[in-house]
Nanobody, 127 residues
Framework: QLQLVESGGGLVQPGGSLRLSCTPS????????VGWFRQAPGKEREGVSC????????YYADSLKGRFTISRDVAKNTVYLQMNNLKPEDTAVYYC????????????????????WGKGTLVTVSS
């Protein structure tokens, strides 16, 4: 059974940092492109970032470049999302996702191109 398991969410003050982790089960980070979406309360789901399965090229939503960094550890079969200088508007449920070439071609934004979704982890940025 193919699954994505996220961890690392929580409560952080504005300006703080968090690192999310996503570990696929049943496939490797070199099999599918892995990425992150987020959904804030009352808002549509938004593509955040993804990292290509073949060469590890990162892709970001333009609005998040410079604050968020995606990376992967192939040996640990894990993808990370380092989030710095967090703002209250970053508060959302963050979902780890994976997909094939169709998703890679749309990175980071097309939810319809995603094949697998994690259950999500809540990130709350508040003082």
């Amino acid at each position: 059974q193919l699954q994505l398991v996220e961890s690392g969410g929580g409560l952080v003050q504005p300006g703080g940092s968090l690192r999310l982790s996503c570990t696929p089960s049943g496939f490797t980070v070199e099999t599918y492109t892995v990425g992150w979406f987020r959904q804030a309360p009352g808002k549509e789901r938004e593509g955040v970032s993804c990292i290509s399965n073949d060469d590890g090229t990162p892709y970001y939503a333009d609005s998040l470049k410079g604050r968020f960094t995606i990376s992967r550890d192939v040996a640990k079969n894990t993808v990370y999302l380092q989030m710095n200088n967090l703002k209250p508007e970053d508060t959302a449920v963050y979902y780890c996702v994976a997909g094939d070439l169709k998703y890679l071609g749309s990175c980071p934004g097309d939810a319809s191109a995603v094949d697998y979704w994690g259950k999500g982890t809540l990130v709350t940025v508040s003082s």
